[in-house]
């Protein structure tokens, strides 16, 4: 069984960071592209990063770039997202998603807020 599950989410400041992990199970974790999604009340989900099998590659949504980095740790089946400088339009429900023989599969979210 596929298994994602995602952690980290908390209530920070404007100006804080955070650290938001993916653990995984079931599939070659090392064989596919993983992604970070995000969720806000009233909004669509949107792309917030992709990193490739070896982690070399990897993109941004631009309100992300420059202040967000995904890597991922192979040997632990794991996937990461470092958010610095924390703003208050990044609070959403964040997601881990990966395209496995042809569906999607995601995590239940776990939520960041960002607040004074």
């Known amino acids: 069984q596929v298994q994602i599950i995602e952690s980290g989410g908390d209530s920070v400041q404007p100006g804080g960071s955070l650290r938001l992990s993916c653990e995984t199970a079931g599939f070659t974790f090392s064989m596919v592209y993983m992604d970070w999604y995000r969720q806000a009340p009233g909004k669509e989900r949107e792309l917030v990063a992709t990193?490739?099998?070896?982690?070399?590659?990897?993109r941004y949504a631009g309100s992300a770039k420059g202040r967000f980095t995904i890597s991922r740790d192979n040997g632990k089946n794991t996937l990461y997202l470092q958010m610095n400088r924390l703003e208050p339009n990044d609070a959403a429900v964040y997601f881990c998603?990966?395209?496995?023989?042809?569906?999607?599969?995601w995590g239940k979210g776990t939520h960041v807020t960002v607040s004074s």
């Open positions: 990193i490739s099998t070896d982690g070399y590659a990897t």
């Open positions: 998603h990966v395209w496995l023989r042809g569906a999607d599969y």
